[in-house]
């Protein structure tokens, strides 16, 4: 009898313990959630910073105050508003002609940035796979990046994206959510050909006088040094959007 009242009490003491250590964990668990989150649930918590998220604009890496005065010295004609209006046409353009399998609706496209959506497009349908982007919001682009090599001038733009994005397969969605809008940002780079016989780019037309047909390598150049003839218009027709990306969040 007397060692049944032992294993009694040693279970009540156990039980009583275990309690007691759930009681503990709990307790700091709220503490931890009203810390994090202002709230006692995790999940709730949790969801609320999910919510929040979905509804807060990444912000972008500005540097047009610094780095355009830097580009309208080399390029007298550059009309910054025109490209960062162009940029954010182009980029709804392509999600929009990857949602519709369309390529089309990407309109005047360059090369490059065709193939990269052509390519998304095909990579969709081998899987099987429906991509959607919709109701999308642009909040803001500014120049991020400004350089100059191998014969070739990169303007690199940076926008804070809004969007609904999902991937679907057989009617489920394996990637993104419907009902969360996700908040990102993306890079466009904006390119000049400065010499191409130096940039080494597929499809990139330099710049050349319409009079003698000398290649102008000179920045921003008004005139052909070789016959003189003004070349000044021409200059922004030139410039293509390069190459798109998404921006992760290991990199600027």
Known sequence: MTGWIIAAALLACGVGGACGLVIYVRSKLRNASRQLF?????????????????????SVSGM?????????????????????????????????AISSNNIALLKDPSDNMKNEVENIINANRNEGVKEVYQDIDIHQTEIAKYEKSNG????????????????????????????????TKYNVELMYIQDASKANVDG????????CGAPVTSLGA????????GVQELNLSVWSLHHYYEVSYQKV
């Open 204 to 211: 990139g037309v330099g710049l050349t006088c319409p009079h």
């Open 38 to 58: 202002g709230t006692d649930s995790f999940v709730e918590g949790y969801q609320k910073q999910e919510r929040e998220l979905a509804l807060t604009p990444k």
């Open 64 to 96: 047009t105050r610094l780095l355009e005065p830097q580009i309208q010295r080399d390029f007298p004609e550059f009309n910054w508003k025109e490209f960062r209006n162009l940029a954010e046409e182009k980029l709804k353009q392509a999600f929009l």
């Open 222 to 229: 008004k005139y052909c040094e070789y016959c003189g003839s």
């Open 152 to 183: 070739r001038c990169i303007v690199t733009l940076q926008s804070s994206v809004g969007y609904f994005h999902y991937r679907e397969k057989d009617g489920n969605v394996i990637e993104g959510r419907k009902d969360l809008k996700t908040q």
